[in-house]
């Protein structure tokens, strides 16, 4: 038997978990991660309470995914900001015009080059580009080659802690976080570390874990089809097989390029390659 293991992560609670990934791993018998955001089960297109419930009776491990699915990493400025702006161009593709999620009006902000920092409430962003609205005027100019626009130390915690509270409502008690959009700076993972065992995405598409990788250290790849071919998982499995250490490949169900036919190709891949299929929880 091979010491490596595989963990596989899937993202954000889509009910193609549930209605196509579940039958493909129950059949083998294996267990999966599901990284949650509680306020969207329930919602067209997510998993009920109840089916997550049978997930994780099912020894599925509850993954947390934050509160809200905040982007926390300091987004860019794209242009210079002067003193009394009170828009900023962002040099994100994370704003996400037009949709409820990422950056959300309503919630606090610096914008810093390490000499000035300044705290803002957002309160729009536009339709059509990365443009962001502030509740008040810049004070001060800021060069977009030196500042950072960042959700505060506050909206982390909300964001990374305060999930907690939502799980808790729902029986859960979860020790792994996933990062949104595997997003995050050092304020982020000092909030990460402090409140939680595991970190699934301190790194994406990297190589495998080695044996004595820190849990809160640990990298991910996506094994998507628009993301890895056949021939990389196969190789990337071969080397847990090898190594040892733990492999983590993830996926967003309700997208095309996770097809039920590929997680089952991957669990018999590590089957074949004597590598026990196993959660996050299980594996640190």
Known sequence: MSD??????????Y??????????????????????????????????????????????????????????????????AAAGDRRLRLDSGHVFPGEDHGIYPGDAFEVTDCDRTETHTLTGKDDDEPVVELDDPLSAD??????????TAEQIRDEVVGVRDEFEGLGYDPT???LPYDAGDSRVWRAVADEYDALVDATV??????????????????????????????????????????????????????????????????HERDIEVTTVRDAV
């Open 142 to 151: 800021f060069a977009a080659d030196e500042t950072v626009f960042r959700p």
């Open 176 to 178: 792994t976080f996933a």
């Open 205 to 270: 598409r990297s190589l495998p874990n080695p044996p004595g990788t820190p849990p809160l250290s640990l990298s991910r790849y996506y094994l998507e089809t628009s993301h890895m071919r056949t021939v990389e998982i196969e190789a990337y499995l071969d080397e847990v097989a090898a190594g040892g250490g733990l492999g983590i490949l993830a996926g967003h169900t309700a997208w095309e390029t996770v097809p039920s036919e590929r997680v089952a190709t991957v669990v018999d891949a590590a």
């Open 15 to 80: 009910i193609e978990d549930y209605e196509g990934i579940y039958p493909v791993l129950d059949e083998r018998g294996v267990p999966a991660c599901q990284a949650i955001v509680p306020g969207w089960l329930g919602d067209d297109g997510h998993l009920t309470a109840e089916q997550l419930g049978e997930l994780a009776d099912a020894g599925w491990e509850v993954v947390a995914h934050g509160r809200r699915h905040r982007y926390m990493e300091p987004n860019h400025l794209a242009a210079d």
């Open 4 to 13: 490596g293991r595989l963990a596989l992560v899937f993202d954000d609670g």
